[in-house]
């Protein structure tokens, strides 16, 4: 288990030094390889060994143990090295193998690891899939199957909300709204003495109700006649009338 | 030795082809209903397709580890000849989804690793695992396969099916008689039933005063007279009070009798 985690971990990460990159040829890309940064590099290879003795790679068939070759070129884009175990001039058994794009050295994948990438790909989107397919599936003992689309709802109740605020007035609506507001203002024009008697309106009203049907000059002479009676005649109906038709106005315009 | 190797291997992949070829077409084909189809598309036809597409992973699954297969893991993939020219031969190799082989396709084609998701609901899956112990893992699995072999005991059983289907039939069935039903309307609203059952002197009478009804109300009159008469007799040593009393208890029963006799024969 631990060394497939770690052939995961290698086959998972790549690794790049910019400042070789434009200068990378099958003479030195051993040794760009062999940086210490390099997470695919083991120290304790022979190529550490030949260098430390300050020897050529020719002597490297003649020891034994973890090395690495330039196995394969393509200048100046593509090199591939190998890194194999020898036992003897003759016989060495392959362990691992890189290439190298463009700088970027990558570990190569065994076709077990890519057909199982694959496949464990195309199954969780294949389960995602059917996921989102049985959640809108909906079931009663008596209808059956049926399907219930979420989004789409939601979609829908989004959509009158924007109707209900891009629903503009008609010009109709304004000219009637503005002509309405006149009328009312010139019906019932703002009286002064609204706010000192708040009890006086009861009383007048009852004395109103006669006086009204008979005709509208008595209320005026009764105003010129006695000071305190002209100041409650007008407040009620200002008050009352008015009141009931702006809220249906406004209902309409919304 | 290495002839052989190579035979089995060439093989193993044209298998592998095939099946991921057929997988391919169920995909396809599904993809298609649900573009064109949706509108007729049923949850257990959807419901289909899945399983079929499941049961193709599943063959591909068992094929990867066979213990025939050869040794695929062994074989590593490397990049020999980058172009950044179009390859028409690759392009047709892949229905046009790899057009050129050039170096910034390779390393996403050669990738191992999966997407984040996957890789999360991995690290999920596996803290699960770690959290559960042998012991409570090994009792789930019991469970697990109870349930498993009671639900192929079921479905294996095709009588059992079908008990249990007409005994979903039955289920169905109305749970109440409607004969029943009126009948005891019939008995609580008009005393249809209860006529019958209460004394059998009066109702003698009613069946010959049907055909008559004039004759009717003056026969039960007479027998009203009868049983007055009947209990004057009885009581002769204190005949001024009590005829009186018990004279009043029999007149209210008489008359409610007379009502229910003659609500269901005029009716």
């Known amino acids: ?254 | 030795m290495q002839q052989r190797e190579e035979k089995q291997l060439e093989a193993f992949l044209e298998s592998l082809v095939a099946r991921v070829a057929h997988l391919k077409g169920s995909l396809q084909s599904f993809i298609y209903k649900l573009e064109n189809e949706y509108d007729r598309l049923t949850w257990p036809s959807v419901l289909d397709n899945f399983a079929l597409i499941s049961g193709q992973l599943n063959t591909i699954n068992k094929l990867l580890r066979n213990e025939k297969t050869p040794s695929y893991k062994s074989q590593v993939i490397i990049p020999l000849l980058l172009s950044p020219d179009r390859d028409e031969e690759l392009a047709k190799l892949t229905e046009h989804r790899v057009p050129v082989f050039s170096h910034e396709i390779v390393p996403d084609h050669l990738r191992t690793k999966p997407d984040p998701e996957v890789e999360e609901q991995e690290k999920h899956l596996s803290a699960e695992a770690a959290r559960i112990g042998p012991e409570v893992a090994q009792k789930q699995i019991q469970a697990l396969n109870k349930l498993c072999s009671n639900l192929l005991e079921k479905l294996n059983n095709p009588r059992e099916d079908r008990d249990s289907e007409t005994s979903a039939l039955r289920q169905n069935k109305p749970s109440f008689n409607p004969a029943d039903t009126n009948a005891l309307v019939a008995a609580v609203g008009f005393g249809k039933g209860l006529s019958k059952c209460r004394p059998p002197g009066p109702v003698a009478p009613g069946h010959p005063g049907q055909p008559m009804m004039q004759t009717g109300p003056t026969l039960q009159q007479v027998t009203i007279a009868g049983a007055s008469g009947h209990q004057a007799g009885m009581s002769g040593p204190v005949a001024p009070q009590q005829p009186g009393q018990p004279g009043k208890i029999p007149s209210n029963i008489k008359t409610n009798i007379k009502s229910a006799s003659m609500h269901p024969y005029n009716r």
């Not at chain 1, 790549?14 to 400042?19: F, I, L, P």
């Not at chain 1, 200048?75 to 003759?90: A, C, N, V």
């Open chain 1, 1 to 254: 288990m631990a060394t497939v985690d770690l052939r995961d971990n290698l086959l998972g990460i790549s690794w790049v030094d910019s400042g070789w990159v434009p200068i990378l040829n099958p003479s030195n890309v051993l040794e760009y390889f062999s940086e210490r940064s390099n997470p695919f590099y083991d120290r304790t290879c022979n190529n550490e060994v030949v260098k430390m003795q300050r020897s050529t790679l020719d002597h490297l068939t003649q020891l034994v143990g973890v090395e690495y070759i330039l196995l394969h070129t393509q200048e100046p884009i593509l090199y591939i090295i190998r890194k194999q175990q020898r036992q003897s001039p003759t016989q060495v058994i392959p362990l691992a193998d890189y290439y190298i794009i463009a700088g970027v050295v990558y570990q190569a994948p065994d076709l077990g690891s890519v057909i199982s990438s694959r496949a464990l790909s195309a199954v969780h989107g294949i389960q995602s899939a059917f996921d989102e397919a049985m959640s809108f599936c909906r079931y009663h003992p008596s209808k059956g199957y049926w399907w219930h689309f979420k989004d789409q709802e939601e979609k829908e109740r989004v959509k009158p909300k924007s109707k209900r605020k891009e629903e503009p007035s008609s010009l109709f609506q304004r000219q009637r709204v503005d002509t309405l507001l006149l009328d009312l203002r010139n019906k019932f024009p703002p009286t002064f003495y609204q706010t000192k008697p708040g009890e006086k309106p009861v009383p007048v009203e009852v004395k109103k109700e006669p006086e009204v049907p008979v005709e509208t000059v008595k209320p005026q002479e009764e105003r010129e006649t006695k000071p305190p009676a002209p100041p409650a005649p007008p407040r009620p109906p200002p008050q009352t009338t008015p009141n009931k038709p702006p809220p249906e106005k406004r209902a309409r315009v919304q």
